[in-house]
């Protein structure tokens, strides 16, 4: 039985080894995509560098001839309804087309981005406004930078409106998101707030943002909103759980194979007396054949 115990005990310890080194291998791929950490609660890291370069530079809001408000992103759609969808990118972003954002505000502790497409398509006197706020906690002695709402203003008198809470941030640091949505494929950061809102689909990608501590014209180390469940640690979870189904089936083996030799020991004890009592009978036997 020395054998087979060998055996799992040798499985027993590739296993762990294995486990070992794939929980420091997806630790050293988390913690390689991460340069500064924030808040704990928040569950963000901050990044270097937002990404690749993105085909138009920040939309920019001033201030007394600063900046107070940057604004980018790699595509924003609109979608009412069943109808096709509205890029507003270029519109957006480009310096040929240039956004109306002269209803803007900036202060200390409110800043509004107001974006004035005029007539898109069907829609008339689009507007889309951004609502962030700039909060002092004690918890974590910081300031936080949050946006409050997203707005789509159109045909003058209705409004969409979406709850934007789950966007916040160190206000030392601006915002990045891959997707910022309406959308449950895309971890639904915009929330309706009105029965109107829910007749829309909104999505900003490579969502990157600032409102507050702006140095230089240029966007701070960014708190990202990486999810909890990244594909290298949704991976690495797979893999502990097969590892963790061949640990436990390595366990069974080891509690049946010492069942197994448990029984051939009560076997054993049974076995030895009745062949001892078969040669005595049989020893009698002779002797009283010899005497007669």
């Known amino acids: 039985m020395a054998s087979p115990w060998k055996h799992c005990c040798i499985l027993l310890f590739v296993v762990a080894i294995h486990l070992q080194s794939c929980s420091c291998q997806y630790q050293r791929s988390a913690d390689s995509s991460a340069v500064v950490s924030v808040h704990e609660a928040s569950r963000r890291r901050l990044l270097q560098a937002p990404g690749a370069a993105l085909p138009f530079p920040p939309l920019q809001v001033l201030s007394d001839g600063k900046p107070c408000i940057l604004f980018q992103a790699r595509k924003l759609s609109l979608r009412y309804e069943r109808q096709k969808h509205l890029d507003l990118t270029e519109r957006t972003f480009s310096p040929l087309k240039s956004v109306d954002t002269s209803q803007s505000v900036c202060r200390e502790d409110k800043a509004m981005l107001v974006m004035r497409y005029g007539d898109v398509e069907d829609l008339r006197s689009l507007s889309i406004i951004v609502q962030m706020s700039n909060t002092f ?5 910081q300031w936080w930078f949050s946006m409050e709402s997203v707005s789509l203003l159109y045909n003058k008198s209705e409004e969409a ?3 934007a809470s789950e966007v916040y941030a160190p206000a030392s640091s601006s915002y990045h998101c891959l997707h910022v949505s309406n959308l ?3 971890s639904t950061l915009l929330l309706p707030s009105n029965e109107q809102a829910r ?3 909104i999505t900003f990608t490579n969502f990157h943002i600032q409102a507050f501590n702006i140095t230089a014209g240029k966007f701070s180390p960014a708190s990202d909103c990486a999810t909890f469940l990244t594909p290298a640690i ?3 979870l797979i893999t502990s ?3 963790l189904l061949v640990l436990a089936y390595a366990l069974h083996m080891v509690i049946h ?4 030799e448990h029984d051939d020991d009560h076997k054993a004890d049974i076995y030895y007396p009745e062949n001892a009592e078969q040669t005595e ?3 009698v036997e002779d002797v009283e054949k010899n005497i007669l």
């Open 281 to 283: 009978q049989c020893c």
């Open 234 to 236: 949704l991976m690495g």
């Open 184 to 186: 449950q494929h895309y």
């Open 161 to 163: 409106a979406f709850n």
């Open 241 to 243: 759980l097969i590892l």
């Open 257 to 260: 194979l010492k069942h197994i």
């Open 137 to 141: 906690y004690e918890s974590s002695d």
């Open 199 to 201: 007749r829309w689909s």
